[in-house]
């Protein structure tokens, strides 16, 4: 049994205990504060088991902007970050079908748009419960120090991951690293460079702190791990075009242990679940407690239960090599009254892929785990920072990218790069490398924005330069802080 099964088991448990906990915190004026059924803060972080429990309620905010929120999972890079891109439009039933998408797909998004609006809830109440973590196990007495400071340092790892998907998205936010009391709630915008700074600082203490799967047994599964903070830091580090980290922290990542898993086509199976090339998913499971993920009923034809969301574009299927095993296990054809008719494969459920159709709870209830970092991904980003000054390592890490893909094809199926690629036609080698090994999984708008290639290939579909590299503020938390939030320009 993967331990996240059991972190989503218990996630309820603990959101609950801390949703008590701050709705009676400041109500002892006027009520009996003694505590009756469920703790309340006072009463709360005592022990070593309260730490636990609120550390899995500070992974619950990952579950719900992957998959168990409507507008959360709508918001998700694999749905919201690949529509209006050179790779994916809308879909759906008609063009006009769910207008909070419409609005990305042209790039007309509005400042009430419902999905940003659970983008900025969802993850400040991630953040929330990691600096609950934060702020109190300190004070813990634990007879297992070690464990003390994983939790700490899983902490901060999920705080790290929610600011960066606010960054991502926002720019510069609002920087809340401990809980807040009455009166302090309306916090400026930091700078971009503040944010990244919170977020480096979160990942480098759990980086020191998190012990490797790889070095535990099975129980392990499904928690942050040293694999996941390197990993991620190699991605906050490629976003900021600091490439002297992105090797630095690539040559620990690849020190763990971890290999590419030999067949591609299995990784978005269930068998593909945690392999070894895996640094990081968000568990989902189709139970009775509707513990599983909304992406698979967004991304399936409409014949099959489906949204018929996220269609590509024939840009990128014809980015394919001719006879890349990656195009028949990224996308697939299915005939429909709108749209391109090809569908992202990674997160189908049957017939497309092993997941079954969920039979409880609902479509929203999909097995489907999430990957996040796949060591594919921190090849090809250690590739590009150091392709100028070592093209011959640079190529080497693409290659082991291309063999993983031609499997026990023959060497002309996707054919190694040849020893002598360097300068720009290495860097786009690169470039296409990401392209064809990550489509479908959230990734090519932000490619394109930190490479500064946006404008000139997302033009046609309606981006703005100097506007739709990030999105609007949602105009309820503008107004609700009386003029503190900054609205993004051209909104």
Not at 1 to 22: E, P, T
Not at 222 to 227: C, E, F, N, P
Not at 339 to 367: C, F, L, M
């Amino acid at each position: 049994m993967k331990l996240f099964n059991n972190i989503n088991r218990y996630i309820k448990y603990g959101f609950s205990i801390l949703i008590v906990a701050m709705l009676f915190v400041s109500c002892t004026d006027d009520l009996d504060s003694k505590a009756y059924g469920e703790p309340v803060l006072e009463d709360f972080y005592k022990n070593p088991a309260q730490a636990e429990q609120a550390l899995i309620a500070a992974y619950s905010s990952m579950s719900e902007i992957a998959g168990s929120d409507f507008w959360g999972t709508m918001g998700n890079d694999v749905i919201f970050g690949e529509i209006g891109t050179d790779d994916f439009i809308k879909g759906g039933r008609t063009a006009e079908n769910n207008a909070p998408l419409f609005e990305r797909d042209n790039w007309a998004i509005t400042t009430s748009n419902p999905i940003i609006e659970q983008m900025w809830k969802i993850n400040y109440k991630g953040i929330l419960f990691a600096n609950l973590v934060i702020e109190n196990v300190p004070n813990i007495s634990f007879e297992d120090e070690v464990r003390k400071k994983e939790i700490l340092a899983e902490a901060h790892f999920l705080r790290a991951f929610y600011y960066f998907d606010l960054v991502n998205s926002f720019g510069g936010v609002p920087i809340i690293s401990k809980p807040l009391k009455i009166g302090e709630f309306n916090v400026p915008r930091a700078t971009k460079e503040d944010s990244y700074k919170l977020i480096e600082d979160d990942l480098k203490i759990a980086i020191a702190d998190l012990p490797s799967r790889l070095d535990r047994d099975a129980s392990y599964t499904g928690r942050a791990d040293k694999g996941a903070a390197l990993g991620m830091m190699m991605r906050v580090s490629l976003y900021q075009n600091k490439m002297g980290q992105v090797e630095t922290y690539g040559n620990q990542l690849f020190a763990l242990g971890h290999e590419l898993t030999p067949d591609y086509a299995t990784i978005f199976q269930p068998e593909g679940e945690w392999n070894i090339g895996s640094l990081f998913e968000i568990n989902f499971s189709s139970d009775a407690s509707i513990l599983g993920t909304g992406i698979p009923k967004r991304v399936n034809p409409n014949s099959n239960r489906g949204g018929g969301f996220v269609q590509a574009r024939v840009d990128l299927r014809n980015e394919y090599e001719t006879n890349d095993p990656r195009f028949g296990a990224t996308l697939f054809f299915k005939d429909a009254p709108y749209g391109t008719d090809w569908y992202v494969r990674k997160y189908a459920w049957a017939p497309y892929t092993n997941y079954e159709i969920p039979t409880i709870g609902g479509d929203n209830n999909s097995a489907n785990n999430i990957r996040i970092i796949r060591l594919a991904d921190a090849y090809l980003m250690y590739a590009e920072a150091i392709y100028n000054t070592d093209p011959t390592k640079a190529i080497e890490y693409v290659n082991k990218v291309r063999t993983r893909a031609r499997g026990t094809a023959l060497p002309t199926v996707v054919p190694n790069l040849p020893d002598t690629l360097s300068g720009q036609p290495l860097l786009d080698a690169i470039y296409h490398e990401r392209r064809v090994e990550l489509a479908g999984e959230g990734f090519r708008f932000h490619d394109l924005v930190r490479t500064g290639r946006a404008e000139a290939l997302l033009s046609p579909y309606g981006f703005v330069k100097g506007t739709h590299e990030l999105m609007p503020l949602p105009v309820g938390q503008v107004t609700l802080s009386e003029g503190v939030l900054v609205q993004n320009p051209n909104y």
